[in-house]
């Protein structure tokens, strides 16, 4: 069995997927963009507030599912460009200890949704 997992804390689907899926005692959580739920306007122009935003989004779809970032197993970072790969990681690393962080990939891509500049997607252990 499969429980949708939805909150108003963060952006609502814009197609035919859910914020996120619980299977099995794992949580898997859709990309997340920098929309704020409370205006749904879009976050432009500075990737460090992107992220934040992006990782916002995140703790509340964790929040949501009885979840965390301290059971997140493994996150997938899109993001247009590699040289904002450091001050994506620097928001990233306020969310993560070093020495438990999960596993991970950071890939360069030639487009995302909405034309942001980063996108997200984690999974994680569930209560």
């Given at each position: 069995m499969?429980?949708?997992?939805?909150?108003?804390?963060?952006?609502?689907p814009v197609?035919?997927?859910?914020?996120a899926?619980?299977?099995?005692?794992?949580?898997?959580a859709?990309?997340?963009?920098?929309?704020?739920?409370a205006?749904?306007?879009?976050?432009e122009g500075?990737?460090?507030?992107?992220?934040?935003?992006?990782?916002?989004?995140?703790?509340?779809?964790?929040?949501a599912?009885?979840?965390?970032?301290?059971?997140?197993?493994?996150c997938?970072?899109?993001m247009?460009?590699?040289?904002?790969?450091?001050?994506?990681?620097a928001?990233?690393?306020q969310?993560?200890?070093?020495?438990?962080a999960?596993?991970?990939?950071?890939?360069?891509?030639?487009n995302?949704?909405?034309?942001?500049?980063?996108?997200i997607?984690?999974?994680?252990?569930?209560?």
């Amino acid at each position: 069995m499969k429980k949708i997992i939805q909150t108003g804390n963060a952006p609502a689907p814009v197609g035919p997927y859910n914020q996120a899926i619980v299977a099995n005692g794992m949580l898997y959580a859709s990309g997340q963009i920098a929309i704020n739920p409370a205006t749904n306007a879009l976050i432009e122009g500075d990737i460090t507030a992107e992220t934040q935003q992006v990782m916002k989004n995140l703790e509340a779809v964790l929040d949501a599912a009885n979840s965390s970032f301290d059971k997140v197993v493994k996150c997938s970072i899109f993001m247009k460009s590699m040289e904002d790969y450091a001050a994506i990681n620097a928001v990233y690393a306020q969310y993560f200890d070093e020495a438990t962080a999960p596993a991970r990939e950071a890939v360069e891509v030639a487009n995302l949704p909405k034309y942001v500049n980063v996108e997200i997607s984690l999974m994680a252990l569930v209560s």
